[in-house]
């Protein structure tokens, strides 16, 4: 049989029992002949005790020491686990990022993958154990840990299996699959049996946060069959999977889900001079600041001015501002933003080749009485920034109106 690779969250291994259970099922898949990498986060909200510790003692943490901090996380989940197989008769060695020859390079904190060298894990698996590895960290050219930033565990995962060919990547978190709507939101949200790759990027990037969009581009890029599962209770989950199969042509479904997100402002620049480079001038001082600029949209030039808004995070919201402002300055504009809003998008493929969505959606949001404050569409999804406090209710309103309780399971 061939190898898999699975992933806990820090959820699946919040506590000692949690880990007691991952030990259990990660015996039944040894023990149905699998070869078998474990990759686990920190426990629970340990990474964000730590963060709160580093803050208590220092004023300015250097992103460094951040990093050196944040790694033991997931070295307790590994060695924890390790022992727990140990006592279940399971042969495991936990390994942390650079022992399992995870390679890394960028800035620390937000570091990416550079390259995977697995000889002591192929090594481990040929000697009939469980390679455990510990998520979301690297080794960087200094042999500094460096960590890979938000879903760092899921593209751990994934570029793991890529790397061994493995037979699939399991990711276990605490749902049983991808929906077309939160169910807390929505009750009637129905789980999506199989999703392209491309459709499940986007629902991560627009808000759906059970897995971090850099690992499912990963692993569309090398053909990595991922499953996303429950780490507790049994269930088929949700397959991502690449879009090759000819069964169902123009007549699957086109809108795979309703997704949402609460982090987000918007800013404005009005009057603004343009000409060229002027958008340079507004987003370069946002990029080099480390700053995530989500839907831009830019009026038409009317006599030398244009406006320009884009969204943000809420955390960066403050900074983001200042620097906008300065920008809006040196161009003779003004600056003005919004703190709290949301996002509502409609993704799925094919719809570009497919009239009326954008319609539909903004029919719908209308006769809500539910305003936009911006849209941003592409060939897979159309997103509409709102007031945050009418967020929830959009979901629900398009989830109806779109008939996703009526998908197949």
Known sequence: MGIIVQKYGGSSVATAEHIRAVAERVKRVRESGHDLVVTVSAMGKQTDRLLRLAGEVSRDPSPREIDQLLSTGELQSVALLAMALHDRGVAATSLTGPQAGMKT???????????????RLRGLLDEGQVAIVAGFQGVNTLGDIMTLGRGGSDTTAVALAAALGAERCEIFTDVDGIYTADPRIVPEARRIPVILPSEMAEMAWRGAKVMHPRAVELGALYGVEIHVKSS???????????????EHLETRETVAGIVHDLDVSRITLTGIKTGPGTMSRVFSPLAEAGISVDVIVESAPKEGT???????????FREALRLAGEVADSLDGQVEGEEDLGKVSVVGT?????????????????????????????????????????VEEAVRVLHRDFELEERDV
Do not use: H, K, W
Request: glycine share 20%; hydrophobic share 35%; proline share 6%.
């Open 105 to 119: 390079t960028g800035r620390y904190g937000s570091g990416v993958i550079s390259g995977i060298q697995p000889g």
């Open 306 to 316: 244009s406006d320009v808004a884009f969204t943000v995070r809420r955390g960066d």
């Open 232 to 246: 507790f209770e049994e269930g088929p989950g949700t397959i991502i999977m690449g879009g090759n199969g000819l």
């Open 350 to 390: 094919g719809m570009l080749n497919r009239p009326g969505y954008a319609a539909r959606m903004f029919a719908t949001l209308g006769e809500a009485g539910i305003p936009i404050r911006l849209v941003s569409t592409s060939e897979i999804q159309v997103t509409c920034v709102l007031p945050a406090g009418r």
